[in-house]
């Protein structure tokens, strides 16, 4: 059976180490012990969504409380070229799709964007409520995943904004990659870093992906001028929630992610 996974918030594995009890407390708790039904003697993994992942077994499952008696500590090196998704806003959730399954993928960031053929908009009291939806949908799929790394979910962008956001990334050594299906170059021959800086500054790989009605010609055009390279995926047109992970997948191989 596989182990479960919980998201510990604040600094509740600070203290975490070999033999220590850490306590997990909040609606974590209360899923692990209500929805979930974990009891003592069951082994459990505590992650913080940095990197951290503490490994022990339960010894008092409460409804608002779940004490862990810790058996290992472990911390997870950060990649050294992040995967980012930029993903258009799509109408029947499919960008909500994406999302999830881009996380289940390994993506470490993803971006909304407001297209111009993008038919959902996120104006006013929208934008807050739907960057929320996307930080619950990254972090249920990040737990369902095992991932000791929770994906940021980073603030929305027009297509104005994008822009200087793809010549910023292009200058500090990452790549930024439009899906698009009149491209002539295939994502397995895009050009990526050849290596990231470290750590502490690693490079960022972006995807764009638009909505329904595709990417503009102006968009593309802005786009390509800021350093982006326009990609083809594969030999048909995907739809808006299929293409970002689609084209992760390729990208985690060729990072060495998938090794």
């Known amino acids: 059976m596989t182990t479960a996974v919980f998201h510990a918030g604040g600094r509740e594995l600070d203290a975490a180490a070999p033999g220590s009890v850490v306590t997990l407390t909040g609606a974590e708790a209360r899923h692990a012990s209500t929805v979930r039904r974990m009891r003592v003697g069951e082994e459990v993994e505590l992650v913080d969504g940095a990197g951290l992942r503490v490994g022990g077994t339960i010894t008092s499952a409460g409804k608002d409380a779940l004490r862990v008696q810790v058996a290992d500590v472990r911390r997870e090196a950060p990649p050294a070229a992040r995967l980012v998704l930029v993903q258009a806003l799509a109408k029947g959730g499919r960008d909500e799709m994406a999302v999830e399954t881009a996380t289940e993928l390994g993506v470490d960031a993803v971006v909304p964007w407001q297209a111009e053929r993008s038919v959902s908009v996120w104006a006013g009291a929208k934008v807050a409520r739907g960057r929320e939806r996307w930080a619950a949908v990254v972090l249920a799929a990040a737990k369902q995943s095992r991932r000791a ?84 995926v594969g030999p048909h047109v995907l739809r808006t929630s299929t293409a970002g992970p689609a084209a992760l997948a390729v990208l985690a191989q060729r990072l060495g992610r998938w090794g």
Request: net charge negative.
């Open 149 to 232: 790394w929770v994906p940021e979910v980073r603030a929305p962008l027009t297509s104005r904004d994008l822009v200087p956001a793809v010549a910023a990334t292009v200058a500090a050594g990452g790549a930024v990659l439009v899906l698009h299906e009149r491209a002539s170059v295939p994502l397995a021959a895009a050009r990526l870093p050849s290596a990231g800086p470290g750590p502490e500054r690693p490079t960022d790989v972006t995807v764009i992906v638009g909505p329904e009605g595709g990417i503009s010609d102006a968009e593309i055009s802005a786009l390509e001028g800021a350093g982006a390279q326009p990609v083809l």
